[in-house]
């Protein structure tokens, strides 16, 4: 059974600094991998998707990589800022009916 | 941007009343998912659906779960007897494809439902 992993659970920065955020998964039959935003009581954004035959994706200022066979991926967030602040979620599809795994989050605070 | 259209945005209801929740998916795709996120959670499937008939369910997905694409349009989850346990926040999805590695999910807003 797929599980995914995303430690540690909150993270305070201030702004201007670049992060990085973590994510494992157990099984690496993935099709691709998915990094979301969440703001407060709000649903899910798409930010980056990376897949399965890829090393990494870029949009902006944040970057997504991916090492199947370990397991991980992480999301680089450069320059923070006080609008970066939510909870990022990283998700794999498995599976031939596209079901999304989901860890349960790592909620950033960009202090001004 | 099109977009998934989920209502109500949030419902308020007793246990063992059934509720519907309803999505309006992305008009062009064809497979359709049901997520739920209990306050505090991990974001869980539940369900997806695609030419009218469930193609994968969790184990959450029971007996009292059922999903139903009535028109051209919508996409229904419905709760027969709610249990103050499924209170979370019900997020409905839509993608084009299945199954390969381009495939992206884009997710409504999300129905807060609160069993009392």
């Known amino acids: 059974k797929q599980e995914v992993t995303q430690i540690p659970a909150a993270l305070s920065v201030p702004e201007g600094e670049n992060l990085v955020l973590n994510c494992s998964f157990t099984?690496?039959?993935?099709?691709?991998l998915q990094w979301f935003r969440q703001d407060p009581g709000k649903g899910l954004t798409s930010l980056l998707l990376?897949?399965?035959?890829?090393r990494e994706q870029t949009s902006g200022r944040l970057n997504a990589s991916l090492d199947k066979s370990s397991g991980r991926s992480t999301l680089y967030i450069a320059a923070s800022q006080p609008g970066d602040s939510a909870t990022y979620l990283c998700?794999?599809?498995?599976?031939?009916?596209?079901?999304?795994?989901f860890g349960k989050g790592i909620t950033l605070s960009v202090r001004p | 941007e099109p977009e998934v259209t989920q209502t109500p945005s949030h419902q308020v209801t007793q246990m063992g009343q059934e509720v519907i929740l309803r999505c309006v998916p992305i008009?062009?795709?064809?497979?359709f998912y049901w997520y739920r996120q209990i306050l505090g959670q991990k974001v869980e499937f539940l369900v997806s659906?695609?030419?009218?008939?469930?193609?994968?369910k969790s184990e959450i997905f029971d007996d009292q779960f059922s999903v139903e694409r009535p028109d051209g349009s919508n996409f229904t989850l419905k709760i027969r007897s709610t249990k103050l346990e499924d209170s979370a926040m019900y997020f409905c999805?839509?993608?084009?494809?299945?199954?390969?590695?381009?495939?992206?999910?884009?997710f409504g807003a999300g129905s807060r439902l609160t069993v009392l």
């Open positions: 999805a839509s993608s084009e494809a299945l199954g390969w590695g381009a495939n992206v999910l884009t």
């Open positions: 990376i897949q399965s035959s890829q």
């Open positions: 659906f695609y030419n009218n008939e469930i193609s994968e």
């Open positions: 998700a794999v599809m498995t599976g031939a009916n596209s079901k999304l795994t």
């Open positions: 099984d690496s039959a993935i099709y691709n």
């Open positions: 008009s062009n795709h064809l497979y």
